[in-house]
């Protein structure tokens, strides 16, 4: 019972603050020279995030950050210049909470010279900044199992991550202690969610504890069950969500710093019918 009443509690948050948003905002994305700090930021993913889109990183602002709910967020952008950026631009992953209130994004350096065309990348770099519009959109989910120069950028879009058909992954964190405290992060999740609440169960057992999040992506419990461990997450997108159920993840002898498959993919498909924008 106190499991359905804290999903429950959660799906009232998520409805208020997740809302569908197709519109235009303008607002400024600057780059950030160390990708490391990005790697290294407020979303837990430590190591691992170089390696997410070959180091094209971002640090968000609040209303994207969400908490840690927008961590592993993916957007496209490209910028207008036609001379200086090219058409299809660069995708970049959210890994890291931005605190300056002049700007949305901070971008890796990487992935701010990927907007540009060939040749072009370091003047792209020298401009420092850019004026910017993004756009946001909302998705309906769905879920199959599996074994201080200007410059103006014309669209910035969530857009799924693309991990060539991985499934969702969960590490677990060096600090976990069988049946005493675990800790997890999720890995390669679709970039048109977000998980906003999850549970743990031994696999077989309708006994479920919920996680906490713990900060960015980090999730953990002091209530770790023994034996083989099953996961169920809410998931977020838009208006829609839906409760995913990875049946068997973690072994019953599990260690920590190893990353396990759930057996699950996330497939998310475009919503219509927003409300009008200004």
Same mark, same amino acid.
């Given at each position: 019972?106190?499991?359905?009443?804290?999903f429950?509690?959660?799906?009232?948050?998520?409805?208020?603050?997740?809302?569908?948003?197709?519109?235009?905002?303008?607002?400024?994305?600057?780059?950030?020279?160390?990708?490391?700090?990005?790697?290294?930021?407020?979303?837990?993913?430590?190591?691992?995030?170089?390696?997410?889109?070959?180091?094209?990183?971002?640090?968000?602002?609040?209303?994207?950050?969400?908490?840690?709910?927008?961590?592993?967020?993916?957007?496209?952008?490209?910028?207008?210049?036609?001379?200086?950026?090219?058409?299809g631009?660069?995708q970049?992953?959210?890994?890291?909470?931005?605190?300056?209130t002049?700007?949305?994004?901070?971008?890796?350096?990487?992935?701010?010279m990927?907007?540009?065309?060939?040749?072009?990348?370091?003047?792209?770099?020298?401009?420092?900044?850019?004026?910017?519009?993004?756009?946001?959109?909302?998705?309906r989910?769905?879920?199959?199992?599996?074994?201080?120069n200007?410059?103006?950028?014309?669209?910035?879009?969530?857009?799924p991550?693309?991990?060539?058909?991985?499934?969702?992954?969960?590490?677990?964190?060096? @600090?976990?202690?069988?049946?005493?405290?675990? *800790?997890?992060?999720?890995?390669?999740? #679709?970039? =048109?969610? %977000?998980? &906003? /609440?999850?549970?743990?169960?031994?696999?077989?057992?309708?006994?479920?504890?919920?996680?906490?999040?713990?900060?960015?992506?980090?999730?953990?419990?002091?209530?770790?069950?023994?034996?083989?461990?099953?996961?169920?997450?809410?998931?977020?997108?838009?208006?829609?969500?839906?409760?995913?159920?990875?049946? @068997?993840?973690?072994?019953?002898?599990?260690? *920590?710093?190893?990353?396990?498959?759930? #057996?699950? =993919?996330? %497939?998310? &498909? /475009?919503?219509?019918?927003?409300?009008?924008?200004?």
């Amino acid at each position: 019972m106190a499991i359905l009443i804290y999903f429950l509690f959660t799906l009232s948050i998520v409805t208020s603050t997740n809302a569908c948003d197709r519109c235009l905002h303008q607002t400024k994305a600057v780059p950030f020279s160390n990708a490391s700090a990005l790697s290294s930021g407020a979303c837990g993913y430590g190591s691992s995030a170089p390696s997410f889109y070959n180091g094209h990183l971002a640090a968000a602002v609040p209303s994207i950050f969400k908490f840690g709910s927008g961590c592993g967020a993916c957007f496209q952008v490209r910028c207008m210049d036609g001379k200086l950026c090219s058409k299809g631009g660069t995708q970049v992953i959210v890994t890291d909470l931005n605190k300056n209130t002049e700007t949305d994004l901070v971008l890796s350096s990487r992935a701010f010279m990927a907007m540009a065309n060939k040749g072009m990348e370091l003047n792209m770099l020298k401009l420092g900044a850019a004026n910017v519009e993004y756009k946001r959109r909302s998705f309906r989910m769905q879920v199959r199992s599996t074994s201080i120069n200007r410059l103006l950028v014309y669209f910035v879009g969530r857009v799924p991550c693309d991990y060539k058909g991985k499934n969702l992954a969960v590490r677990v964190e060096e @600090s976990s202690q069988k049946l005493r405290y675990l *800790a997890i992060k999720f890995l390669y999740q #679709g970039g =048109q969610t %977000e998980i &906003v /609440a999850v549970d743990v169960a031994k696999v077989g057992s309708t006994n479920w504890s919920f996680l906490r999040r713990k900060s960015g992506a980090v999730w953990d419990t002091d209530r770790v069950p023994a034996g083989k461990l099953q996961f169920r997450l809410l998931v977020t997108a838009g208006y829609d969500r839906k409760s995913i159920w990875a049946k @068997s993840v973690l072994p019953a002898d599990w260690n *920590a710093g190893i990353v396990y498959d759930s #057996g699950v =993919q996330i %497939e998310d &498909v /475009a919503e219509e019918g927003c409300g009008r924008c200004d």
